[in-house]
C-alpha cells in the first residue's frame, strides 16, 4: 500500500506563514504529480497547487486565489511535496489534503492516494 502523512498545519493570524509537509512512503515505484487540496466547511474539495514530477520539469500550477502566496515545491529523493503559505488570510482556513499519482511497480497503472488531511486556521 501506499500512504501519505501530512504535517505542519495549525493556528497562525492573518499575515503569517505556514509550511506544510506531506510524506509518501510504501510500495513505491515512481510518483507522477503530486499536490494539495482543500476543504472549508461547508465547500467542496478544491485544488491548491500541483506539482509535475521532476522528469517533466517540476512544473507547477496554482489556484488564483493563492497565486503569489503560496509555493508547491518536492523533494524527489524523499517522497515528499511542501506547501509554503505566505501572507495567509481568514479565507486560507480549510483542511488540507495532499494527494499523489502513484505508480506501486512499473506494469501497473498509476492511482491517486489522499493524506489524512491536516487543519490550517487563520484567524483575524
Known amino acids: 500500500q501506499v500512504q501519505l502523512v501530512e504535517s505542519g498545519g495549525g493556528l497562525v493570524q492573518a499575515g503569517g506563514s505556514l509550511r506544510l509537509s506531506c510524506a509518501a512512503s510504501g510500495s513505491i515505484f515512481s510518483i507522477n504529480a503530486m499536490g494539495w487540496y482543500r476543504q472549508a466547511p461547508g465547500k467542496q474539495r478544491e485544488l491548491v497547487a500541483v506539482i509535475a514530477s521532476g522528469t517533466t520539469g517540476g512544473t507547477t500550477n496554482y489556484a488564483l486565489a493563492v497565486k503569489g502566496r503560496f509555493t508547491i515545491s518536492r523533494d ?14 481568514p479565507e486560507d482556513t480549510a483542511v488540507y489534503y495532499c494527494n499523489a499519482n502513484v505508480k506501486r511497480t512499473s506494469w501497473d497503472w498509476s492511482n491517486d492516494y489522499w493524506g489524512q488531511g491536516t487543519q490550517v486556521t487563520v484567524s483575524s
Not at 76 to 89: D, G
Open 76 to 89: 524527489n529523493a524523499k517522497n515528499t511535496v511542501y506547501l509554503q503559505m505566505n501572507s495567509l488570510k
